[in-house]
């Protein structure tokens, strides 16, 4: 094996860093756009929430073909192509021509045909193109740090997906922001899109000059590789899983199901929290001023909700983004199955108690925070089980497949949230479908075992 020291390895980490920041500023803040989205353009909670879904389902499954062109192209070329993609499809976002206000507050029918094509257009840009760049942008870091971090790939993989929780720390209070300034929203989410959607571009551009797949055959100075264990029969050696043989396992499909239930609840709260937030706070404000539910409250006290609303994505983001780098060295120390099960324990019941908790900026946050940290945790184990389970060598197309769950769990969970919410008017539904999900995942972990190893 061959040592290289002409570039730094830490500069991938660096590259898988800005890349899935920028991808946590398109997913995880979209909740803060729902209600600023429905009083401009006359939308339902269903409408909006379903770009969400469409961006979650085309994201998750772009990663797969992603992945495998990644190997064949190099990760440089697929990151930057899709990142320019995405920040256009965000970008475009901004371009979309509202209805005339007066035909929205009367609403009707002529509401809704004044805001179908804008809708169509929501979609379009955001959930089917920004959705495609994405997915490009998200894997090939993560298929790329842990090769030049053999000594330390689970915490090499927590690296580089810590982004999304710090994307979406930043991207929830600032875009709550800028669409309450009188001078760059002043109500409107669309000057959002179009900003951050420029610093997406930026963004993008660094972090696919930041990736390099190592010389084959490299490892670090003064590392190697474990000897291969030593049984009563002499030394065995094992091979790694191939793509093929690795999707043909019962333990394959059992983790995409669970990847399924944990990423349905997740994304569901993650698509719904701030409305929530504002919902619930706004009820209590009314019930402690005696005011009638149907009435409006003062616009101060609205923009003070909406704010106390958006620390609770802010708070979900800072436990997303810290659990995957920590989450790492304790899931190398104890096995990633006892974490497994401890943690969606504990997302079962932070979706229990999710709503009654709505009404207070505190607890809610701290719910939050626990939901965040549950959920962010899974893109380190997840990477490390496979890792564990089918060997490095196919790791791209292995995890790239495994990660469709995320995608398909995303439309699904994100769509059911948004219906389920119009069709019975309270977000404690939908939160019970989630932690219904999240007991049979909890099921599934309990009853799996590792695949027995392949000998060389």
């Known amino acids: 094996m061959s040592e290289q020291t002409t570039f730094p390895r830490w500069i991938p980490l660096l590259g898988g860093l800005l890349g899935s920041t920028t991808c946590g500023l398109l997913l995880y803040a979209f909740s803060v756009f ?3 989205l429905q009083t401009q353009f006359g939308w339902s909670v269903t409408d909006v929430t379903l770009a969400y879904a469409i961006i979650c389902l085309v994201f998750g499954l772009v ?15 697929v990151v930057l192509i899709g990142g320019i993609i995405m920040a256009f499809g965000f970008f475009m976002v901004s371009t979309i021509t509202p ?73 929830a209070p600032m875009a709550t922001w800028m669409i309450n300034s009188p001078t760059i929203g002043n109500g409107s989410a669309l000057p959002v899109f179009k900003y951050v959607g420029i610093a997406m571009g930026v963004l993008v551009v660094l972090a696919a000059l930041c ?18 264990a030593t049984g009563a029969g002499g ?59 149907a009435a409006q409250i003062p616009a101060e006290e609205a923009k003070k909700i909406a704010m106390a609303a958006s620390m609770a994505p802010s708070t979900l983001a800072i436990f997303n983004a810290l659990v995957r780098v920590m989450i ?11 974490i497994f099960i401890a943690l969606f324990s504990l997302q079962f019941v932070a979706m229990l108690v999710l709503f009654p908790f709505g009404k207070s900026t505190v607890l809610l946050a701290a719910v939050s925070g626990l ?14 089980t496979t890792l564990q389970y089918f060997g490095a060598s196919a790791q791209g197309s292995n995890y790239g497949l495994l990660f469709t769950a995320w995608g398909v769990a995303g439309f699904c969970g994100v769509y059911a949230g948004g219906w389920l919410k119009d069709l019975t008017g309270s977000f404690m539904v939908p939160f019970a479908v989630s932690a219904g999900i999240l007991a049979v995942s909890v099921l599934i972990l309990a009853a799996l075992k590792a695949p027995e190893k392949k000998h060389a």
């Open 211 to 228: 990736l390099k797949i190592p010389p084959v055959g490299w490892k670090p100075a003064g590392w190697n590789p474990p000897a291969p």
């Open 235 to 293: 030394p065995k050696a094992y091979r790694d899983y191939t793509y093929e043989e690795s999707k043909k396992t019962p333990q394959f499909w059992l983790l995409w199901l669970v990847y399924f239930g944990g990423s349905f609840a997740g994304l569901m709260v993650i698509s719904l929290i701030a409305k929530h937030g504002i919902d619930a706070m706004t009820l209590a404000y009314k019930a402690k001023n005696a005011l009638d539910a």
């Open 63 to 77: 990663t797969f073909p992603a992945g495998r062109l990644s190997d064949k192209f190099g990760p440089r070329n």
């Open 371 to 384: 939901i965040g940290w549950n959920y962010g945790a899974m893109f380190t184990l997840f990477p490390a």
């Open 99 to 171: 209805p005339d206000p007066a035909v929205v507050a009367a609403g009707g029918d002529a509401a809704k045909a004044a805001g179908r094509t804008p809708l169509y257009l929501l979609y379009l840009y955001y959930g089917v193109i920004a959705g495609f760049g994405g997915g490009c942008v998200y894997l090939p870091p993560i298929a790329t740090a842990p090769k030049w971090w053999p000594d330390r790939r689970a915490l090499a993989t927590g690296f580089t997906v810590v982004g999304l929780g710090l994307g979406s720390f930043i991207m």
């Open 34 to 36: 729902i209600k600023p």
């Open 328 to 338: 790492g060295p304790l899931a190398d120390k104890l096995g990633t199955k006892k």
